[in-house]
């Protein structure tokens, strides 16, 4: 019984620190202040979507489209999936975080802004790699009960 419960605690304590949603840290391994990640269920009844406080703003990844039409100050509809800009148009924030199980490749994700300070989405590079744009989202959770079903 004593060994099953100190597995359990090992696997609870690594799934704590290989968490997909944190900490984000910066250039010297700090928990970069100001950057939060969480699941919507935290602030919202529905689930599926993941927001990013970064600066002033929130940001969403929302693959279902339960926040519902989002759009920037011009009306310019924002939309959450594979970046449409190069990364290398892209200014890297120097805050990253890195995740994944013991004994596997971890996860490496690097956050990007705008060069021209435009906030309307945030870049999240992963491995270096593949590019998600994640809309501004200050709304935060659904005004409409019918998108978050």
Request: aromatic letters at 10%; one cysteine or more.
């Amino acid at each position: 019984m004593r060994q099953v419960v100190i597995v359990l605690m090992g696997l609870l304590l690594g799934a704590c620190a290989s968490s997909q949603h944190g900490p984000w840290v910066d250039g010297a391994d700090r928990i970069a202040n100001g950057v939060n990640e969480y699941p919507s269920q935290f602030v919202c009844e529905e689930k599926g979507v993941t927001f990013l406080d970064f600066g002033d703003h929130r940001f969403a990844a929302d693959p279902q489209g339960l926040l519902g039409p989002l759009s920037n100050d011009a009306g310019e509809m924002l939309t959450f999936g594979a970046a449409e800009r190069p990364l290398d148009s892209l200014f890297a924030a120097g805050i990253t975080h890195t995740y994944g199980l013991p004994g596997e490749d971890p996860t490496v994700r690097e956050l990007f802004v705008d060069l021209d300070g435009d906030f309307d989405y945030v870049y999240i590079a992963i491995d270096g790699d593949y590019v998600e744009q994640w809309p501004q989202a200050d709304t935060g959770c659904p005004l409409n009960a019918d998108l978050a079903k």
